[in-house]
Antibody, heavy 119, light 107 residues
Framework: QVQLQESGPGLVKPSGTLSLTCAVS?????????WSWVRQPPGKGLEWIGE???????NYNPSLKSRVTISVDKSKNQFSLNLTSVTAADTAVYYC????????????WGQGTLVTVSS | DIQMTQSPSSLSTSVGDRVTVTCRAS??????LNWYQQKPGKAPKLLIS???SLQSGVPSRFSGSGSGTDFTLTISSLQPEDFATYYC?????????FGQGTKLEIK
Protein backbone atom coordinates (compact mmCIF):
# COMPACT_ATOMS: atom_id res chain seq x y z
CA GLN A 1 0.00 0.00 0.00
CA VAL A 2 1.38 3.35 -1.05
CA GLN A 3 1.93 5.78 1.80
CA LEU A 4 2.94 9.44 1.70
CA GLN A 5 4.45 11.41 4.57
CA GLU A 6 5.03 15.15 4.63
CA SER A 7 7.85 16.66 6.65
CA GLY A 8 9.28 20.11 7.23
CA PRO A 9 9.19 23.11 9.54
CA GLY A 10 5.87 23.97 11.10
CA LEU A 11 6.75 27.65 11.47
CA VAL A 12 8.17 29.95 8.80
CA LYS A 13 8.89 33.66 9.12
CA PRO A 14 7.24 36.17 6.79
CA SER A 15 9.23 36.72 3.58
CA GLY A 16 10.97 33.40 4.19
CA THR A 17 10.81 30.15 2.23
CA LEU A 18 8.49 27.27 3.03
CA SER A 19 10.15 23.91 2.30
CA LEU A 20 8.39 20.58 2.59
CA THR A 21 9.24 17.05 1.55
CA CYS A 22 6.91 14.17 0.78
CA ALA A 23 8.40 10.72 1.29
CA VAL A 24 6.74 7.94 -0.71
CA SER A 25 6.76 4.38 0.60
CA UNK A 26 5.18 1.17 -0.64
CA UNK A 27 5.60 2.22 -4.25
CA UNK A 28 8.00 3.91 -6.63
CA UNK A 29 7.94 7.59 -7.39
CA UNK A 30 9.06 6.56 -10.87
CA UNK A 31 5.75 4.84 -11.55
CA UNK A 32 3.32 6.25 -14.11
CA UNK A 33 1.76 8.74 -11.74
CA UNK A 34 1.94 12.43 -11.15
CA TRP A 35 2.63 13.68 -7.63
CA SER A 36 0.89 16.73 -6.30
CA TRP A 37 0.85 19.35 -3.55
CA VAL A 38 -2.43 20.77 -2.21
CA ARG A 39 -3.02 23.18 0.64
CA GLN A 40 -5.94 24.11 2.89
CA PRO A 41 -5.99 27.30 4.96
CA PRO A 42 -7.61 26.82 8.37
CA GLY A 43 -11.37 26.48 8.00
CA LYS A 44 -11.26 26.90 4.23
CA GLY A 45 -11.30 24.83 1.08
CA LEU A 46 -8.66 23.02 -0.94
CA GLU A 47 -6.20 24.74 -3.28
CA TRP A 48 -4.00 22.93 -5.79
CA ILE A 49 -0.39 24.13 -5.74
CA GLY A 50 1.20 22.02 -8.45
CA GLU A 51 2.35 18.60 -9.58
CA UNK A 52 5.41 16.77 -10.84
CA UNK A 53 6.21 13.65 -12.87
CA UNK A 54 9.28 11.55 -12.19
CA UNK A 55 10.86 12.92 -15.35
CA UNK A 56 10.84 16.33 -13.72
CA UNK A 57 7.95 17.75 -15.75
CA UNK A 58 5.87 20.13 -13.67
CA ASN A 59 2.60 22.03 -13.71
CA TYR A 60 1.94 24.89 -11.31
CA ASN A 61 -1.04 26.94 -10.24
CA PRO A 62 -0.67 30.28 -12.03
CA SER A 63 -1.68 32.07 -8.83
CA LEU A 64 1.49 30.74 -7.14
CA LYS A 65 3.75 30.01 -10.09
CA SER A 66 6.19 32.86 -9.50
CA ARG A 67 6.91 31.56 -5.97
CA VAL A 68 6.67 27.78 -6.30
CA THR A 69 9.17 25.09 -7.19
CA ILE A 70 8.39 21.38 -7.02
CA SER A 71 11.24 18.90 -7.45
CA VAL A 72 11.70 15.15 -7.34
CA ASP A 73 14.49 13.02 -5.87
CA LYS A 74 14.17 9.55 -7.34
CA SER A 75 17.09 8.19 -5.31
CA LYS A 76 15.21 9.00 -2.10
CA ASN A 77 11.75 8.24 -3.50
CA GLN A 78 10.47 11.65 -2.51
CA PHE A 79 9.38 14.98 -3.91
CA SER A 80 9.58 18.45 -2.46
CA LEU A 81 7.87 21.83 -2.38
CA ASN A 82 9.51 25.22 -2.06
CA LEU A 83 7.37 28.32 -1.68
CA THR A 84 9.21 31.63 -1.46
CA SER A 85 8.29 35.06 -0.08
CA VAL A 86 5.64 33.66 2.22
CA THR A 87 3.05 35.75 4.03
CA ALA A 88 0.37 34.97 6.59
CA ALA A 89 -1.91 34.06 3.67
CA ASP A 90 0.28 31.00 3.08
CA THR A 91 -0.59 29.57 6.51
CA ALA A 92 -2.29 26.27 5.77
CA VAL A 93 -2.24 22.53 6.09
CA TYR A 94 -0.10 21.26 3.22
CA TYR A 95 -0.87 17.86 1.72
CA CYS A 96 1.03 15.76 -0.78
CA UNK A 97 -0.94 13.34 -2.91
CA UNK A 98 -0.55 10.80 -5.69
CA UNK A 99 -2.48 11.31 -8.90
CA UNK A 100 -3.68 7.95 -10.17
CA UNK A 101 -2.62 7.38 -13.78
CA UNK A 102 -5.68 5.22 -14.37
CA UNK A 103 -8.35 7.54 -13.07
CA UNK A 104 -6.67 10.95 -12.65
CA UNK A 105 -8.13 11.07 -9.16
CA UNK A 106 -5.87 11.72 -6.18
CA UNK A 107 -5.98 8.29 -4.59
CA UNK A 108 -3.30 8.46 -1.92
CA TRP A 109 -2.67 11.37 0.43
CA GLY A 110 -0.28 12.26 3.19
CA GLN A 111 -1.77 13.10 6.55
CA GLY A 112 -1.01 16.78 6.06
CA THR A 113 1.27 19.17 7.90
CA LEU A 114 0.32 22.57 9.29
CA VAL A 115 2.66 25.36 8.32
CA THR A 116 2.21 28.68 10.09
CA VAL A 117 3.74 31.87 8.75
CA SER A 118 4.50 34.15 11.66
CA SER A 119 7.34 36.13 13.14
CA ASP B 1 -9.23 28.57 -15.06
CA ILE B 2 -12.22 26.26 -14.80
CA GLN B 3 -14.47 27.31 -11.93
CA MET B 4 -16.22 24.58 -9.99
CA THR B 5 -19.41 25.52 -8.16
CA GLN B 6 -20.97 23.19 -5.62
CA SER B 7 -24.41 23.39 -4.12
CA PRO B 8 -25.52 23.49 -1.46
CA SER B 9 -22.66 24.81 0.68
CA SER B 10 -24.10 23.06 3.69
CA LEU B 11 -26.94 20.66 4.32
CA SER B 12 -28.64 19.67 7.54
CA THR B 13 -29.63 16.04 7.16
CA SER B 14 -30.59 12.94 9.09
CA VAL B 15 -29.39 9.36 9.15
CA GLY B 16 -31.20 7.42 6.45
CA ASP B 17 -31.79 10.46 4.22
CA ARG B 18 -31.02 10.43 0.52
CA VAL B 19 -28.58 13.25 -0.21
CA THR B 20 -27.62 14.84 -3.50
CA VAL B 21 -24.75 17.28 -3.96
CA THR B 22 -24.37 19.15 -7.22
CA CYS B 23 -21.20 20.36 -8.90
CA ARG B 24 -21.15 22.58 -11.97
CA ALA B 25 -18.10 23.38 -14.10
CA SER B 26 -17.69 26.70 -15.86
CA UNK B 27 -16.90 24.83 -19.10
CA UNK B 28 -17.12 21.27 -20.29
CA UNK B 29 -14.77 18.88 -18.51
CA UNK B 30 -16.10 15.69 -20.14
CA UNK B 31 -16.03 13.15 -17.29
CA UNK B 32 -12.86 14.41 -15.61
CA LEU B 33 -14.56 14.94 -12.29
CA ASN B 34 -13.60 13.49 -8.92
CA TRP B 35 -15.38 13.53 -5.56
CA TYR B 36 -13.65 13.57 -2.17
CA GLN B 37 -14.82 13.20 1.39
CA GLN B 38 -12.99 15.06 4.15
CA LYS B 39 -13.49 14.65 7.87
CA PRO B 40 -12.13 17.18 10.41
CA GLY B 41 -8.38 16.96 10.85
CA LYS B 42 -8.03 14.35 8.12
CA ALA B 43 -6.83 14.32 4.53
CA PRO B 44 -9.42 14.13 1.78
CA LYS B 45 -10.39 10.66 0.62
CA LEU B 46 -11.14 9.86 -3.00
CA LEU B 47 -14.65 8.45 -3.32
CA ILE B 48 -15.44 8.64 -7.00
CA SER B 49 -13.26 9.29 -10.03
CA UNK B 50 -14.12 9.94 -13.65
CA UNK B 51 -17.56 11.19 -12.58
CA UNK B 52 -19.02 7.78 -11.76
CA SER B 53 -16.30 5.25 -10.93
CA LEU B 54 -16.54 4.17 -7.31
CA GLN B 55 -13.20 3.65 -5.66
CA SER B 56 -12.39 0.27 -4.15
CA GLY B 57 -13.64 -0.01 -0.58
CA VAL B 58 -16.14 2.86 -0.86
CA PRO B 59 -19.66 1.80 0.14
CA SER B 60 -22.13 1.33 -2.68
CA ARG B 61 -24.50 3.90 -1.17
CA PHE B 62 -22.23 6.49 -2.80
CA SER B 63 -22.71 7.13 -6.50
CA GLY B 64 -21.77 9.78 -9.02
CA SER B 65 -23.19 10.84 -12.33
CA GLY B 66 -22.92 13.51 -14.98
CA SER B 67 -20.71 14.67 -17.80
CA GLY B 68 -19.87 17.92 -19.52
CA THR B 69 -20.62 20.63 -16.98
CA ASP B 70 -23.13 19.15 -14.54
CA PHE B 71 -22.38 16.44 -12.00
CA THR B 72 -23.99 14.94 -8.93
CA LEU B 73 -22.87 12.95 -5.92
CA THR B 74 -25.63 10.91 -4.32
CA ILE B 75 -25.64 9.14 -0.98
CA SER B 76 -28.61 6.80 -1.05
CA SER B 77 -29.04 6.35 2.72
CA LEU B 78 -26.92 8.55 4.92
CA GLN B 79 -24.95 6.80 7.65
CA PRO B 80 -23.46 8.41 10.79
CA GLU B 81 -19.94 8.14 9.37
CA ASP B 82 -20.95 10.11 6.26
CA PHE B 83 -21.24 13.43 8.07
CA ALA B 84 -18.29 15.23 6.54
CA THR B 85 -17.39 17.81 3.90
CA TYR B 86 -17.49 16.78 0.24
CA TYR B 87 -15.48 18.37 -2.55
CA CYS B 88 -15.65 18.00 -6.30
CA UNK B 89 -12.47 18.50 -8.33
CA UNK B 90 -11.81 18.70 -12.05
CA UNK B 91 -8.81 16.93 -13.56
CA UNK B 92 -9.54 18.03 -17.14
CA UNK B 93 -6.97 20.80 -17.24
CA UNK B 94 -4.54 22.78 -15.16
CA UNK B 95 -4.86 24.48 -12.82
CA UNK B 96 -6.73 21.67 -11.10
CA UNK B 97 -9.63 23.26 -9.28
CA PHE B 98 -11.99 22.28 -6.50
CA GLY B 99 -15.51 23.20 -5.60
CA GLN B 100 -15.91 25.16 -2.38
CA GLY B 101 -17.19 22.14 -0.48
CA THR B 102 -20.50 20.88 0.86
CA LYS B 103 -20.72 20.24 4.58
CA LEU B 104 -23.22 17.62 5.71
CA GLU B 105 -24.43 18.31 9.23
CA ILE B 106 -26.65 16.33 11.55
CA LYS B 107 -30.16 17.71 11.79
Amino acid sequence: QVQLQESGPGLVKPSGTLSLTCAVSGGSISSSNWWSWVRQPPGKGLEWIGEIYHSGSTNYNPSLKSRVTISVDKSKNQFSLNLTSVTAADTAVYYCARVSYTSSGWDHWGQGTLVTVSS
Amino acid sequence: DIQMTQSPSSLSTSVGDRVTVTCRASQSISSYLNWYQQKPGKAPKLLISAASSLQSGVPSRFSGSGSGTDFTLTISSLQPEDFATYYCQQSYSTPRTFGQGTKLEIK
